[in-house]
């Protein structure tokens, strides 16, 4: 039984890793590796705020600004993503002188995926101030 369970969780976790890498990579691996990078930072700085937290809490309180920021530079390098991917689907367009309904969806649906991920590297650094804020009082 605890056989079947580890190889359905396994297949399960095969398929969201597939799904998370391949939609990583179609939003365009620059700016999503950055907005990642952004990500990676965030997660660093709250980490260090936790580890601070009792010992000393003005390092704690001053890395409250570095996640804030490393989450924003994040949103705002998915939504420069979105703009340049945009811009790429009309040169598309433009080229090929058709405005066919797969391409235009193709075009849209990698212009968004960069800033979706942006706004979740956003939505994670404002939680965590948030948490960080309501543990350091």
């Not at 369970?5 to 590796?33: C, P, Y």
């Not at 990500?39 to 890395?63: D, G, R």
């Not at 066919?100 to 649906?109: E, H």
């Not at 650094?125 to 948030?130: D, P, R, V």
Request: hydrophobic share 55%; proline share 1%; charged share 15%.
């Amino acid at each position: 039984m605890k056989l079947k369970i580890l190889r359905i969780m396994a297949i399960i976790t095969g398929l969201i890793g597939t799904t998370l890498f391949n939609r990583f990579l179609e939003g365009g691996a620059l700016f999503m590796s950055l907005v990642l990078v952004c990500l990676l930072i965030s997660i660093y700085f709250i980490v260090k705020s936790l580890l601070n937290i009792k010992t000393n809490i003005e390092i704690s309180k001053k890395m409250l600004k570095h996640i804030n920021d490393s989450g924003t530079l994040g949103l705002a390098l998915g939504v420069t993503g979105a703009f340049i991917g945009l811009i790429t689907a009309f040169d598309v367009l433009e080229a090929t002188g058709e405005a066919n309904p797969s391409i235009i969806a193709g075009g849209l649906k990698v212009a968004l995926l960069s800033p979706l991920f942006g706004l979740f590297t956003f939505s994670v650094s404002k939680l965590a101030i948030l948490i960080l804020r309501i543990i350091q009082k």
